[in-house]
């Protein structure tokens, strides 16, 4: 019983440390792309 | 070819603008729905017990890794040889995904080594080869960062990436060259030494992580190009007045 609640808590963190990883990394891609495609428009306009 | 008629920025970036967004949004229903199965319904492995489940996240994140590494090689040969413009963008924009699937790979690794091996880390081929292959990010991402920077000419991070390649099939091959406590190859071409009760969900997981590679590299060139129209907007601007 001890050992498959150990077992648990590795395939948590590896869960964890895989999707925070991938979404910290989609979420920074889109709002970086966001931005600078806005900074463009905006220089585009002035 | 059809490489060409994306060398106009205003074609890829009428394709790239609908691309992106639908390449992260299935990419990330596939990936949901693969890791919940992996994480509540796939069976436990006889052997590995319930730390198979770590096999969904930890095979479609090396097998990115690599692929970032191998996206970054073509990139740079095609600007080396064909002065392709869009060639050394897509280089850049694929070095941030790559990395991050590669500490993730690393990382998921070494957490499922603990309980299956009972160690963290070996230095064995395949082991290494891969925390190379995260230095080799590193060393791009700051030489083209530098090349930007300082106005070089960014040959030199294309033969950086084509050079870096070759850590490519020796990563592919270290668990058959060398004696690894990493399990061999699972899945070759067409076979596959896996139970189609951890294949299925495996594969539509490397389906839906590859969908969100591809969907941040798109964003990425998105930004990149951005920034280089900005910048030589504002250097027209500032030569006019």
């Known amino acids: 019983m001890r050992e498959a609640l150990d077992q648990w808590h590795f395939v948590v963190a590896a869960y964890v440390v895989g999707i925070i990883g991938t979404l910290a990394m989609v979420g920074w891609s889109w709002l970086s792309m966001r931005r600078a495609e806005k900074r463009r428009e905006k220089v585009r306009r002035k | ?241």
């Open chain 2, 1 to 241: 070819m059809i490489m060409h008629i994306f060398a106009n920025p205003k074609r890829f970036l009428g394709l790239a603008t609908w691309l992106t967004p639908l390449l992260l949004v299935v990419g990330l229903v596939l990936t949901a729905g693969a890791l919940t199965y992996g994480l509540f319904f796939a069976p436990a492995d006889r052997l590995m017990g319930d730390t198979v489940r770590i096999l969904y996240i930890h095979v479609p994140s090396a097998w990115l890794g690599m692929g970032g590494w191998t996206t970054i090689a073509i990139a740079s040969l095609v600007e080396l040889v064909w002065r392709h413009p869009l060639a050394t963008i897509a280089a850049r924009a694929a070095a941030l995904p790559g990395a991050v699937f590669t500490a993730i790979c690393l990382i998921t690794g070494s957490i499922w080594g603990r309980p299956t091996w009972g160690t963290w880390w070996v230095w064995d081929g395949r082991l290494t080869s891969m925390l190379i292959l995260l230095f080799l990010y590193f060393g791009y991402i700051a030489l083209a960062g530098a090349v930007n920077r300082e106005g070089a000419s960014s040959r030199i991070p294309a033969i950086f990436g084509i050079v870096g390649a070759i850590n490519i099939p020796i990563i592919n091959r270290s668990v058959v060259w060398w004696n690894s406590l990493h399990q061999p190859p699972s899945i070759t071409m067409g076979k596959s030494a896996i139970d189609p009760a951890f294949l299925w969900p495996l594969l539509i997981a490397m389906l839906g992580f590859s969908c969100i590679f591809g969907g941040v590299i798109l964003a990425r060139m998105r930004a990149i190009l951005a920034d280089i129209q900005t910048e030589a907007r504002l250097r027209r601007k500032a030569l006019s007045a």
